[in-house]
């Protein structure tokens, strides 16, 4: 029982890093059409950007103080870079995916080559407080608290998201896009600016999961994001595109399955349990879980 | 010079669709606060012209808004220069709520204060505020669809098939609705339903295979029986003096 609550704690930390890399995916792909093959590199930066503050901003010495700060530098990172990306190479590509595809496979191995240069091909270890590596105890079972920050984490994020786009104009904006982008057009509003605001969240979210990610997987390289690409998709898929319910329940099934199978089965046969499962709720609901069919 | 006085000028419009060429050197004018019916057999162009219109697909020649070339603006600065818009199968946000959609559609000062004026027209959506529209009747997303076009000031509404598939209770309704609207701006309407155009429209043009063929006042469309069973294949209609009906019928 003990190790079945442990097991679920590792997979919730881990659903969260899949739910923070896939939501913007799932924006992006749901209400721009774009599918964005450098997403999960940005996740990498992300975790490189949190890396650098943790190791060299030792003007700050409280390690809680500083993850904080890395954490904000890594959205910041984010907005930034998914900013540039858009305007620059997305925008004058709508509608043209074999051009998307394309740009952004090659912006992937440019992030991800520069950071390899920059870097080295090293793993890194990040810098944590002392308190990550700590254990709480859960109905038995010892929690390294690292999950337990980036599980509770996510899931502030994800309320957050749920609320934004329940309540706000642009939510709602990015919520009817998701079904008819004309007709969004049709009412006056301007869709191209949502595309950037979407792109931008999109991109500091799978920032703030690399940064996360550099304290879950303890050490970092180039390779951390662009490994995670394919279980992105994989959530993006069963979730439904552009659903940030269906997102985090994806997150939270694919990891699940992932860890017990990993666990209970054989190592490694936990990757190829989750495509069995992305089988299934293609057969069985092709539009995912909580996704619906978009009418342009 | 053509659209100097017209509210909206059509004017050598050219549009094509993959291989086919849709509109052939359409040109028509719409005269201010009047109802034009724009009619036609499927296939005609009359949803091409109004997409075109508002800037949804591309086309050559010119199309003028109170004298001013819009032909190549992009749809949302339309819409806010005032060119409101009904699809033809509504289109509503089926996730979102009725208030939703609403709120979404409202882009002005005066949206708050004509929201009464939508609520008094259609009172089922007061009463559905919080209902999914998806989860609404065909004739009530039709009042969503109206209501989200005249939420805002127009200077010129463009419908298409409002009274497509709804039952003729609710048709009635529809009607209504529109006809208050037309008393405060002008409105190019597609129908299939001869009866719907003929109550609401003065003015009417007709395209066939994408070409305009009639151009006049609806009562000499209605008049000409051999051009409406040629080009709409209805059988001629007159209009009741006394209450405004149309008696005729459509096949």
Known sequence: ?296 | MPGGDAALSVQDLQVHRGEAHVLEAVSFEVRPRRVTALLGRNGAGKTTTLMTILGLLEGSGSIRLFGEEILGVATHHLVRRGIGYVPEDREVFSTLTVAENLRLAARTPEATQRLDLVHELFPDLLRRSAQRAGALSGGQQQMVAIARAILNPNRLLLIDEPSKGLAPIVVGQVVEALAKAASATTILLVDQNIRVAQRLATDAIVLDHGAVVFTGSMEDLAADADLTQRYLGVAPSSRDSTNGTVKGSAQ
């Not at chain 1, 990306?85 to 992937?108: C, M, P, S, W």
């Not at chain 1, 950037?196 to 304290?215: I, K, M, R, S």
């Open chain 1, 1 to 296: 029982m003990t190790t079945l609550i442990v097991l679920t704690a590792t997979s919730l930390g881990l659903a969260g890093l899949y739910f923070l890399l896939s939501s913007g995916l799932s924006l992006i792909f749901g209400l721009m059409d774009v599918l964005n093959v450098a997403h999960a590199a940005i996740f990498g930066v992300g975790g490189y950007a949190a890396w650098i503050v943790m190791d060299r901003l030792t003007l700050i010495e409280a390690l809680p103080a500083r993850f904080a700060v890395a954490l904000v530098v890594a959205v910041i990172f984010g907005c930034a870079l998914g900013y540039v990306v858009e305007r620059t190479l997305i925008a004058r590509n709508y509608g043209d995916h074999l051009t998307q595809i394309l740009i952004t496979l090659g912006l992937a191995f440019v992030i991800e080559g520069l950071i390899g240069g920059i870097f080295s091909y090293s793993p890194r270890t990040i810098a944590q407080p002392a308190w990550f590596a700590d254990i709480t105890m859960i109905l038995g079972g010892r929690i390294p608290n690292s999950r337990i920050l980036i599980f509770g984490i996510s899931a502030l994020v994800l309320v957050s998201l749920l609320f934004f786009m329940k309540k706000s104009k642009y939510g709602l904006i990015i919520r009817a896009g998701v079904e008819n982008r004309q007709m969004v057009q049709a009412l006056g509003i301007d869709v191209a600016r949502s595309f950037t605001f979407v792109f931008v969240l999109g991109a500091a979210l799978a920032c703030l999961g690399g940064a996360l990610g550099a304290v879950y997987f303890t050490g970092i390289t180039p390779a951390l994001g662009p490994n995670l690409l394919i279980f992105a998709f994989i959530v993006v898929i069963i979730g439904g595109l552009g659903s940030i319910g269906g997102t985090a329940i994806a997150a939270a099934l694919v990891a699940f399955t992932q860890q017990i199978v990993n666990f209970y089965v054989s190592t490694g046969l936990g990757d190829i349990a989750v495509v069995g499962l992305l089988a299934a709720v293609l057969l069985l609901r092709p539009q995912g879980l909580l996704g619906r069919v978009a009418s342009a």
